[in-house]
């Protein structure tokens, strides 16, 4: 019933730009948290910016910190990854995910998601 749908992946030179959107669908719920993560060769997924959907307050992973925004658009039932100043360690998966509607706790935390995109690759090249 919960769809996300993830687009705007592709490929780019380094130092080059992307916009990643998120459309949910199905989640009756307000509140939780939205995320976007992302897996790279070698590496389980992890996450790199993540929001309270009412409150939101932007977290952000130490490795993407002023590259990377967040943003979303309730009304649109839609969020946004601009990844900015890309490096090729940022090649790889991106998914976008929601929680049940879950209220407290952190956003950060991997395990509180349990809707999930299909995910789009994104791949910087040198």
């Known amino acids: 019933q919960v769809q996300l749908v993830e687009s705007g992946g592709g490929s780019v030179q380094a130092g080059g730009s992307l916009r990643l959107s998120c459309v949910l669908s199905?989640?009756?719920?307000?509140?939780?948290?939205m995320g976007w993560f992302r897996q790279t060769p070698g590496n389980e997924r992890a996450w790199v910016a993540v929001?309270?959907?009412?409150?939101?307050?932007?977290s952000y992973a130490d490795s993407v910190k002023g590259r990377f925004a967040f943003s979303q658009d309730n009304a649109k039932n839609t969020f946004y990854l601009q990844m900015n100043s890309l490096k090729p360690e940022d090649t790889g998966i991106y998914y976008c995910?929601?929680?049940?509607?879950?209220?407290?706790?952190?956003?950060?935390?991997?395990?509180?998601?349990?809707?999930w995109g299909q995910g789009t690759q994104v791949t910087v090249s040198s």
């Open positions: 929001a309270n959907r009412i409150f939101g307050e932007p």
């Open positions: 995910a929601a929680d049940r509607g879950l209220i407290g706790g952190s956003c950060t935390s991997t395990d509180r998601y349990i809707y």
């Open positions: 199905g989640l009756k719920y307000s509140s939780g948290c």
